[in-house]
């Protein structure tokens, strides 16, 4: 099973709102990632948590904040966000330094 | 000059045609390649992953490597219009330390359409 989950689906927030993003995955995976998609793009690396430890920070705003609470879980904290901020979240998980899956994404819109 | 090329199309075909799809890249680092496919509004899914030059095949799909031509391809046989959505080449450096751990770089994705 190659399975990543996310919930929401879908969240409409306004730029004053703290939510959460939540993903979860049970494959044994010791790194795990978000990802933000625009439209026509290609995904864009936000964090990579290795062994529940944040490892790369692609200089993300801090209205950003990642969380992993333990090996299976990620969660991205959101806060005080702009409209351009509107996006597909993705969160991904893998073997150390091995190919990476993909959940369904959460579609953000900021209002 | 971006670190990998990915012509975005799109590109159209009839049901039952060989899809072709290519990336170039510049960096020599990398050294292993992904392909995935993308559906409207979903989550991109693993379709190949390649470490070697050479082919691999799985089912309808084959990738190829060429290291020294720094090109990889993905071939789609019989193609179904089930196979319409975008396809997006990734690619990473060598090792798992620094900077460059587990980082993907991807292309600007190509959309194909299968038509019955």
């Known amino acids: 099973d190659t399975e990543v989950t996310q919930t929401p689906k879908h969240l409409v927030m306004g730029m004053t709102n703290k939510k959460s993003l939540k993903c979860e995955q049970h494959?044994?995976?010791?790194?795990m990632y978000w990802y933000k998609q625009k439209a026509k793009k290609p995904p864009e690396l936000m964090f990579v948590y290795s062994y529940e430890k944040l490892s790369i920070n692609e200089s993300v705003p801090s209205r950003f904040s990642p969380e992993c609470p333990n090996s299976s879980l990620l969660n991205l904290h959101l806060h005080a966000l702009q409209p351009e901020d509107s996006a597909l979240y993705l969160c991904?998980?893998?073997?150390?330094?091995?190919?990476?899956?993909f959940g369904p994404g959460t579609r953000l819109t900021v209002t | 000059q971006k670190e990998v090329e990915q012509d975005p199309g799109p590109l159209s075909v009839p049901e039952g045609a060989i899809v072709s799809l290519n990336c170039t890249y510049s960096?020599?680092?990398?050294?292993?390649f992904m392909w995935y496919r993308q559906y409207s509004r979903k989550g991109p899914e693993l379709l190949m992953y390649?470490?070697?030059?050479g082919n691999k095949e799985d089912g309808r799909f084959t990738a190829q490597v060429d290291k020294s031509s720094k090109y990889i391809s993905l071939f789609i046989r019989d193609s179904q219009p089930s196979d319409s959505a975008t396809y997006l080449c990734a690619m990473r450096r060598l090792g798992a330390g620094g900077t460059s751990y587990g980082k993907l770089t991807f292309g600007q994705g190509t959309i194909l359409t299968v038509h019955p």
């Open positions: 494959m044994g995976h010791r790194a």
């Open positions: 390649t470490y070697s030059s």
């Open positions: 991904a998980s893998s073997q150390v330094a091995s190919e990476q899956y």
């Open positions: 960096n020599s680092a990398f050294q292993y």
